[in-house]
């Protein structure tokens, strides 16, 4: 059976773990033609509201994996913001005119390593976890359609009053992107029952280990959420 510890770092603590997932991230990319997105450059590792959770290699330590949690502040906008910006001006009030804490889930990837491993999908569970210990109060993402249906499942519904319908071509022209939000962390009422129950798990119980099963079999995953 494979295993991977998923580790959640406050980014400006780790700034070497934090060149390997956007090493990593950018090689992932790379493979679709994509060079450059908003979430893929060096000045958010700086930045002391980026949560940062890695999937690691408990053989080596190599990053494998990780996804991205941005906290909005006065000093730096939520990738979403300066994305979506460039095609639909409206998404900087609607950002402004949440209530409380908001952040952002970006830079999702894993590597070709445990492509198949549905990895993604328990990243993406994690920072809603985080996200709600963080006392987040609105998550934003912006999916691929390979993704949309990962991040519906999780909770997240399409924010339709961005682009057309929700969608945008992004990060260029023949790709489509989707906007997405969870108003609800508490509660998550647009999961599926499964995600759901996973999300309060790993909330509640931040430091475990479990088995998870994935298209390619079971998965033994070592979560610590700081």
Known sequence: MNSLSFRSLQAIEEPETCKKF?????????????????????????????????????????????????????????????????????????????????????????????????????????????????????????????????CENAGFEIERNLGKDGFFNYPKLGLVATAMKIDDLENLPNATEVDRDHIFDVREVPQQTTEIMGPKGRLSVKYILK
């Open 22 to 150: 956007i090493e990593g991230h950018r090689k992932v990319l790379e493979v679709y033609g994509i060079t450059m997105i908003t979430s893929n450059n060096a000045k958010w590792s700086e930045h002391p509201n980026t949560y940062v959770i890695v999937a690691e290699s408990p053989d080596d330590g190599a990053v494998l994996g990780g996804v991205r949690l941005q906290i909005a502040d006065a000093d730096f906008n939520l990738p979403i913001v300066d994305a979506v910006g460039k095609v639909d001006a409206r998404i900087v009030d609607i950002v402004n005119n949440q209530h409380g804490r908001i952040a952002e889930a970006c830079g999702l990837w894993n590597s070709r390593e445990i492509a198949g491993m549905g990895v993604s999908f328990f990243l993406l569970r994690a920072a809603i976890a985080l996200a709600y210990r963080l006392q987040v109060d609105v998550l934003y993402a912006l999916a691929a359609p390979v993704t949309v249906e990962m």
